[in-house]
């Protein structure tokens, strides 16, 4: 029985993508990322636990696995980002997949995963 050969391309070869304010930002946008069907992994999650310990400028970044999913990454992060400048304008909101109602500071239905709709 022969092996199937793996190209260096299909290999994972991480990539940094994003350094987050705090653990629940990094959660956020790797949720998001996904349900792009981008694959990330947040390392640094629990460094700042140790602080005092260690440096104070300690904060979970988000990686991108495949090289090839970084340029779309960034633009996705961009657009995330300055959608979020705009959250408190837009007040709460009701989630169209489960009806969940949603608070302002939220751009996933913390109930499903479902992105707030783009506004009118």
Do not use: N
Not at 1 to 30: C, F, N, V, W
């Amino acid at each position: 029985m022969g092996s199937i050969p793996i190209t260096r391309s299909k290999l994972p070869h991480m990539q940094q993508l994003y350094q987050a304010r705090d653990r629940i930002e990094a959660q956020i946008l790797h949720d998001f990322l996904d349900r792009h069907l981008i694959e990330t992994t947040i390392l640094g999650d629990y460094l700042s636990g140790a602080i005092g310990e260690l440096p104070a400028d300690i904060y979970p970044t988000l990686w991108v696995i495949y090289d090839g999913d970084l340029d779309r990454a960034r633009e996705l992060v961009a657009r995330f980002l300055r959608g979020s400048e705009h959250r408190g304008e837009l007040g709460s909101w009701t989630c169209e997949s489960c009806g969940e109602t949603v608070s302002e500071g939220f751009d996933l239905c913390w109930r499903c995963g479902q992105e707030r709709p783009a506004p009118a």
